[in-house]
């Protein structure tokens, strides 16, 4: 029976993990039934709005009114910790441990299948140096960022996407082109890989290309790719600027990407997925939900984000109507939420866009 290959690095001792694995139901306890959150905040914002007899106005109403109660400060207060308390158990453990972790990080750099290629010149854009979901050093300021991103996404995602069944499972959804024909494959933003490595094994024939600014990031994920035997190109790119040739991939993927971009940054990478993306080839988004049409807790729920949870440019991408600059730029889209859980918050949909 064949195993695969374990690329977590286990942390520094027994009692970290169990930490950790606490955290994880403490998040799963917050988010989902146990402490329901959602379900008792929403009906408290409804019933007030009808006593009122109108709709709750801007976000900072909602946010005043939440705050007025008990459970909206109780909520909020372990959203936020429950985050710093990962970060900050995973952080101190792989930190013990650095010497061996960047040695095994350099073990991997020039092996095989797949080729890994960083840009010692390389600049990062200013608005790139952000501690996203209060990720200690951002995505590129530690070496070893690419391993706290591993553990820190497996807290995240709490048990869903352990051996990368969540990746597997959204990858697998993708339309092919209509004519079926898959040579290359372009995904943006690939962090530790687990997305290229599913195209990779979906479509064992394609060339597949995983591009992030962040060379921690790509190292873990040339390191995962090679370890597991998956033959994926990484380079450091960005996604706005990808060097790549005109109508070069089928099929281009974008997983969780746009709503960690400025604005105009948004447009810039649509317009760059349109250069690189053939005639009747595939741009595959997911990420949050648009704004329109939410609860008024959601609509809390994504101030929260942006204002305590590091996604300093999540709300302007939920409000920006990413269908209409994908048609804008060449696209045919449909689109649709992703039912709740699937994609482990229940807050995400898709945007399939074939390349007219
Ligand atoms: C939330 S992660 C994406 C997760 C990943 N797509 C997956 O399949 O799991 C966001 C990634 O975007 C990268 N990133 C952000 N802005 C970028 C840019 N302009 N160019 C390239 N990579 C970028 C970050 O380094 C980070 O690895």
């Not at 010692?120 to 300021?141: C, D, I, R, S, W």
């Not at 048990?159 to 494959?185: F, M, Q, S, W, Y």
């Not at 005109?246 to 960690?260: G, M, N, P, R």
Request: aromatic share 12%; charged share 25%.
């Amino acid at each position: 029976m064949s195993t695969t290959p374990e690329t977590l690095p286990p942390l520094a001792r027994r009692s970290d993990a169990a930490y950790l694995d606490f955290v994880e139901g403490l998040r799963e306890f917050i988010l989902g039934k146990g402490a329901d959150f959602e379900e008792r905040l929403n009906s408290a914002l409804e019933q007030t709005s009808a006593s009122r007899g109108r709709p709750w106005g801007d976000v900072e109403e909602i946010r005043e009114f939440v705050h007025s109660l008990p459970i909206g400060r109780l909520r909020d207060r372990l959203a936020r910790s429950q985050q710093e308390m990962k970060w900050h158990a995973i952080e101190r453990s792989f930190d013990e441990q650095r010497t061996q972790l960047t040695a095994e990080l350099a073990k991997w750099d020039e092996r095989g299948p797949g080729r890994l290629l960083l840009d010692p010149t390389f600049e990062h854009p200013a608005y790139t140096n952000v501690h996203f979901h209060l990720q200690p050093g951002g995505y590129y300021k530690d070496e070893l960022s690419g391993f706290l991103y591993h553990y820190g996404t497996k807290v995240f995602f709490r048990g869903d996407n352990d051996k990368d069944e969540l990746h597997a499972k959204l990858v697998g959804t993708v339309p092919a082109p209509t004519d079926g024909k898959v040579h290359r494959i372009l995904d943006l933003a690939c962090s530790i890989g687990q997305s290229s490595t599913a195209f990779r094994r979906r479509y064992p024939e394609a060339e597949v290309w995983g591009i992030d600014h962040s060379a921690p990031m790509l190292r873990v994920a040339h390191r995962r790719a090679a370890m597991q035997g998956d033959a994926v190109n990484f380079a450091q790119r960005l996604v706005e600027k990808t060097g790549f040739p005109d109508a070069h991939f089928d099929i281009t993927f974008a997983f969780i990407l746009f709503h960690e971009l400025p604005l105009r940054i948004i447009h810039d990478t649509v317009r760059e997925a349109a250069r690189v993306t053939r005639r009747g080839g595939i741009f595959a988004i997911y990420d949050f939900t648009g704004t329109e049409g939410k609860s008024p807790y959601q609509r809390y729920h994504r101030w929260f984000d942006a204002r305590h949870n590091g996604e300093p440019y999540s709300q302007d991408f939920c409000d920006c109507r990413l269908g209409d600059i994908l048609t804008a730029n060449g696209f045919e889209v449909a689109a649709a939420p992703l039912a709740k859980r699937a994609g482990g918050t229940g807050y995400m949909q898709h945007w399939f866009a074939t390349r007219v």
